[in-house]
């Protein structure tokens, strides 16, 4: 596997539910990033990892909930999710400390029953 | 309030010419600018970057040119591929905070009629 990888890709949940996505990064990078896209929005920041110490929550409800085990694997466990919170979940990757460019997984599209 | 705006929602263009996306941005500390395309059901791949120190950065046939008095960048592709349709993104880091955070527009459609 190169670059960014997520799992799964569509993920399909009752708002009671329990879940997780995960992300991994094979570019040897030091920070990585969740986001969330809805329509017609910009990308949403939601959490920063740097060296697998979380630097950024962006006032993201605790309904999510981030996990960071090493620079190469993110995770964001879900429960009691709402409908609103129906969107594409991307996750990144950059060298961090000076290295801005980030790079992304291909995102898990989520939808919430 | 958006710090990073991209006012034009789609862009058609004939195969061959020139396609120009506009990027508008409000925060003078922004100092690194990157553009990213982004395909149906796939993530955002980067394009191009541009430091605030320069005004032009250059690769094959993208280019990016950066106004800092006016708050302003563009990229520019020449010549337009079909395959270049995609929705374009542009985003600015923000030094502050200490964090690696990038501030992403609403994205630019891209349409290459052959």
């Known amino acids: 596997e190169t670059g960014v990888t997520q799992t799964p890709r569509h993920l399909v949940m009752g708002m009671t539910n329990k879940k997780s996505l995960k992300c991994e990064q094979h570019l040897g990078h030091n920070a990585m990033y969740w986001y969330k896209q809805s329509a017609k929005k910009p990308l949403e920041l939601m959490f920063v990892?740097?060296?697998?110490?979380?630097?950024e929550n962006n006032s993201v409800p605790s309904r999510f909930s981030p996990e960071c085990p090493n620079s190469s694997h993110l995770f964001l466990h879900l429960h009691t999710l709402q409908p609103e919170d129906s969107a594409l979940y991307l996750c990144?990757?950059?060298?961090?400390?000076?290295?801005?460019?980030?790079?992304f997984g291909p995102g898990t599209r989520l939808t919430v029953l | 309030d958006q710090q990073v705006k991209q006012n034009s929602p789609s862009l058609s263009v004939q195969e061959g010419r020139i396609s120009i996306l506009n990027c508008d941005y409000t925060?003078?500390?922004?100092?690194?600018f990157l553009w990213y395309k982004k395909y149906p059901a796939e993530g955002p791949t980067f394009l191009i970057s541009?430091?605030?120190?320069?005004d032009k950065n250059e690769d094959g046939r993208f280019t990016v040119f950066l106004n800092k008095s006016a708050k302003h960048l563009s990229l520019h592709i020449v010549p337009s591929q079909p395959g270049d349709s995609a929705v374009y993104f542009c985003a600015a880091r923000d030094p502050q905070g200490g964090s690696e955070k990038l501030v992403f527009g609403k994205g630019t459609k891209l349409t290459v009629n052959p």
């Open positions: 925060n003078s500390m922004f100092d690194y």
């Open positions: 990892y740097n060296f697998k110490e979380q630097t």
């Open positions: 990144a990757s950059s060298q961090g400390s000076g290295g801005y460019t980030q790079y």
């Open positions: 541009i430091s605030s120190i320069k």
